[in-house]
């Protein structure tokens, strides 16, 4: 069964979507996170999108509801390498990931993670 | 070559080529001349390689109906020489006339040629005046849609000279917006800005609306995408050039900008904006 990586940087997790996210895979990857979150008490996630050349409004639901999920547990998300195409594609489909911060690449993502605001 | 009047037609036209082009000129020259458009030599040219083309054609086509493959050497010179009258100035009567007017000479020679047919003469003379009809109103099409193009051309630039995005500092980039933003110059713009952003990893972005004429429900509508979408790429926009009249219209339509911050100024953005990168200004003291 595939999976998508999750990496830890410090107190940080990382996530890089690289093959095209169906149901069972979305799902799975929301169950890794979540775990590894509560395991590893991470402070932050990072998920890299910039190999996504084309985003869904699955995949943006998916994004929101892990970031909803992470904030339950007390850690903040940060999406990074969002490509221009795609941020137009959300904005016209009215996708405004909220409660998702964005960064345009992983080191101002870090950045962001890091001045984390209090709850 | 079928028909026995054509053979007819092109051997009497070809035996009188240059008192055809003599006569030609003669009537209307002075015609094409008033315009001063183009210089004398060249318009001399442009007959000369016309009726040239024209009885070059006739022998061997077959027929009189114009739009007929086998007239095409015919079709694409005047195509071409539309198009160049059009960028010249010509009007498209102008161009058409210039075909129509080869009739008065041709007449003359048919007349003479079938003189002791009546008949003969009336049934030439109609075929040719029906192809160089419709020769004049191709003319008319080519240079309709040679004006068209140039519009579409000119659209273009007006769409890409419209919508530069420049650095002010590092980290800031303005775009200053000229004109009416309708959803074709919403796409260029996000476009542009959103590349922009990618390729200096800038953090804020100014837009500046001091050239937005109206700001009706879809200018509004198109900017906060705009703001968006760049917030999406982790830049934060501030709007600026805001016009006392633009901020009564904004809050008479319900447009929601709270989450947007904005600036009557450019310079007051650009300050805001060095205040968010965490940098202080300060003016040297002047000399006592």
Same mark, same amino acid.
Request: charged share 20%; glycine share 6%; net charge negative.
């Given at each position: 069964?595939?999976?998508?990586?999750?990496?830890?940087?410090?107190?940080?997790?990382?996530?890089?979507?690289?093959?095209?996210?169906?149901?069972?895979?979305?799902?799975?990857?929301?169950?890794?996170?979540?775990?590894?979150?509560?395991?590893?008490?991470?402070?932050?996630?990072?998920?890299?999108?910039?190999?996504?050349?084309?985003?869904?409004?699955?995949?943006?639901?998916?994004?929101?509801?892990?970031?909803?999920?992470?904030?339950?547990?007390?850690?903040?998300?940060?999406?990074?390498?969002?490509?221009?195409?795609?941020?137009?594609?959300?904005?016209?489909?009215?996708?405004?990931?909220?409660?998702?911060?964005?960064?345009?690449?992983?080191?101002?993502?870090?950045?962001?993670?890091?001045?984390?605001?209090?709850? | 070559?079928?028909?026995?009047?054509? =053979?007819?037609?092109?051997?009497?036209?070809?035996?009188?080529?240059?008192?055809?082009?003599?006569?030609?000129?003669?009537?209307?020259?002075?015609? /094409?001349?008033? $315009?001063?458009? =183009?210089?004398?030599?060249?318009?001399?040219?442009?007959?000369? =390689?016309?009726?040239?083309?024209?009885?070059?054609?006739?022998?061997? /086509?077959?027929?009189?109906?114009?739009?007929?493959?086998?007239?095409?050497?015919?079709?694409?010179?005047?195509?071409?020489?539309?198009?160049? $009258?059009? $960028?010249?100035?010509?009007?498209?009567?102008? @161009?058409?006339?210039?075909?129509?007017?080869?009739?008065?000479?041709?007449?003359? $020679?048919?007349?003479? =040629?079938?003189?002791?047919?009546?008949?003969?003469?009336?049934?030439?003379?109609?075929?040719?005046?029906?192809?160089?009809?419709?020769?004049?109103?191709?003319?008319?099409?080519?240079?309709?849609?040679?004006?068209? &193009?140039?519009?579409?051309?000119?659209?273009?630039?007006?769409?890409?000279?419209?919508?530069?995005?420049?650095?002010?500092?590092?980290?800031?980039? &303005?775009?200053?917006?000229?004109?009416?933003?309708?959803?074709?110059?919403?796409?260029?713009?996000?476009?542009?800005?959103?590349?922009?952003?990618?390729? @200096?990893? &800038?953090?804020?972005?100014?837009?500046?609306?001091?050239?937005?004429?109206?700001?009706?429900?879809?200018?509004?509508?198109?900017?906060?995408?705009?703001?968006?979408?760049?917030?999406?790429?982790?830049?934060?926009?501030?709007?600026?050039?805001?016009?006392?009249?633009?901020?009564?219209?904004?809050?008479?339509?319900?447009?929601?900008?709270?989450?947007?911050?904005?600036?009557?100024?450019?310079?007051?953005?650009?300050?805001?904006?060095?205040?968010?990168?965490? &940098?202080?200004?300060?003016?040297?003291?002047?000399?006592?």
């Amino acid at each position: 069964m595939e999976r998508i990586p999750i990496l830890r940087l410090g107190d940080y997790l990382i996530v890089t979507i690289q093959v095209d996210m169906h149901d069972r895979l979305a799902i799975t990857l929301q169950d890794d996170l979540t775990e590894r979150i509560v395991k590893e008490s991470a402070k932050g996630v990072l998920i890299d999108i910039s190999a996504l050349d084309v985003v869904d409004s699955f995949i943006g639901r998916m994004i929101s509801n892990t970031a909803a999920m992470a904030m339950v547990l007390d850690a903040q998300t940060v999406v990074v390498g969002m490509q221009p195409s795609v941020a137009i594609t959300l904005v016209e489909l009215g996708l405004t990931l909220s409660g998702v911060r964005t960064a345009l690449n992983i080191e101002k993502g870090m950045a962001l993670l890091k001045q984390r605001q209090p709850r | 070559m079928n028909t026995p009047e054509q =053979a007819r037609l092109a051997d009497v036209l070809g035996q009188h080529r240059d008192t055809l082009l003599a006569e030609w000129l003669r009537l209307h020259l002075p015609v /094409a001349l008033r $315009r001063g458009l =183009a210089m004398e030599g060249e318009i001399r040219e442009q007959f000369s =390689a016309f009726l040239n083309i024209f009885l070059d054609t006739l022998p061997e /086509a077959n027929t009189f109906d114009w739009s007929h493959p086998e007239w095409e050497p015919v079709r694409d010179f005047l195509a071409e020489m539309s198009a160049h $009258r059009a $960028r010249q100035g010509y009007t498209p009567i102008e @161009t058409a006339t210039f075909v129509f007017s080869l009739k008065e000479p041709l007449y003359a $020679r048919l007349r003479e =040629a079938f003189s002791h047919s009546p008949a003969e003469f009336a049934e030439v003379s109609w075929k040719v005046s029906l192809l160089l009809d419709g020769f004049g109103l191709y003319t008319t099409e080519v240079f309709q849609k040679s004006r068209d &193009a140039i519009i579409a051309r000119q659209q273009e630039e007006l769409l890409e000279l419209s919508t530069p995005v420049v650095q002010l500092w590092e980290g800031v980039l &303005a775009l200053p917006l000229i004109g009416t933003l309708d959803s074709a110059r919403t796409q260029v713009v996000m476009e542009s800005l959103l590349q922009k952003i990618v390729d @200096t990893g &800038a953090g804020l972005a100014v837009i500046d609306i001091t050239g937005v004429p109206t700001v009706d429900t879809l200018v509004a509508q198109h900017l906060l995408k705009t703001v968006a979408a760049a917030r999406l790429m982790g830049a934060d926009c501030i709007i600026s050039g805001i016009r006392p009249q633009i901020a009564q219209t904004i809050v008479h339509l319900g447009v929601d900008l709270t989450n947007v911050t904005t600036k009557s100024t450019l310079a007051d953005a650009f300050v805001i904006a060095l205040q968010r990168l965490g &940098a202080t200004i300060t003016m040297p003291k002047a000399a006592a």
